[in-house]
C-alpha cells in the first residue's frame, strides 16, 4: 500500500490549499484515513480524520478553517485548508486504515508528507 500526498507549498497567511492523498497497490478495504501534521521540534499532531462511512473528527485548531473530505472511488482523502496562519506551517501526512486482504487485520500505512508554509 502506497499513499501519495500532494498540494503543499509556500502561502501568505490567510490563504487557502487543499491537500490530496490518493492510495494505491493493493488491498481490500480502506477504513479511516486522516492527516496529521509535524512542525519543526514538534511532536505529530492529529489535524482531522473521516471514517469509511464518512464520520469527522477535527482538532480545535483546524475547527472552522479545515475541511476534510474523501473519495471512495478514487482512495482518496482530502483536506482544504483556509484562512491558514504562519502556526499551520509544518509538514502535513496521511493516514489510512487498509485491510490488504480478508482475513488480516488492518493496518495503518502513511504517506510521505507534504511540506505547507505559512508565510506571515
Known amino acids: 500500500v502506497q499513499l501519495q500526498a500532494s498540494g503543499g507549498g509556500l502561502v501568505q497567511a490567510g490563504g487557502s490549499l487543499i491537500l490530496s492523498c490518493a492510495a494505491s497497490?493493493?488491498?481490500?478495504?480502506?477504513?479511516?484515513m486522516g492527516w496529521y501534521r509535524q512542525a519543526l521540534g514538534k511532536e505529530r499532531e492529529l489535524v482531522a480524520s473521516?471514517?469509511?462511512?464518512?464520520?469527522?473528527n477535527y482538532v480545535d485548531s483546524g475547527k472552522g478553517r479545515f475541511t476534510i473530505s474523501r473519495e471512495n472511488a478514487k482512495n482518496t482523502v482530502y483536506l482544504q485548508m483556509q484562512s491558514l496562519k504562519p502556526e499551520d506551517t509544518a509538514v502535513y501526512y496521511c493516514?489510512?486504515?487498509?485491510?490488504?486482504?480478508?482475513?488480516?487485520?488492518?493496518?495503518?500505512?502513511w504517506g510521505e508528507g507534504t511540506l505547507v508554509t505559512v508565510s506571515s
Open positions: 493516514d489510512a486504515n487498509v485491510r490488504v486482504r480478508w482475513g488480516r487485520d488492518p493496518g495503518h500505512y
Open positions: 497497490g493493493t488491498f481490500v478495504s480502506i477504513y479511516d
Open positions: 473521516i471514517s469509511g462511512d464518512g464520520r469527522i
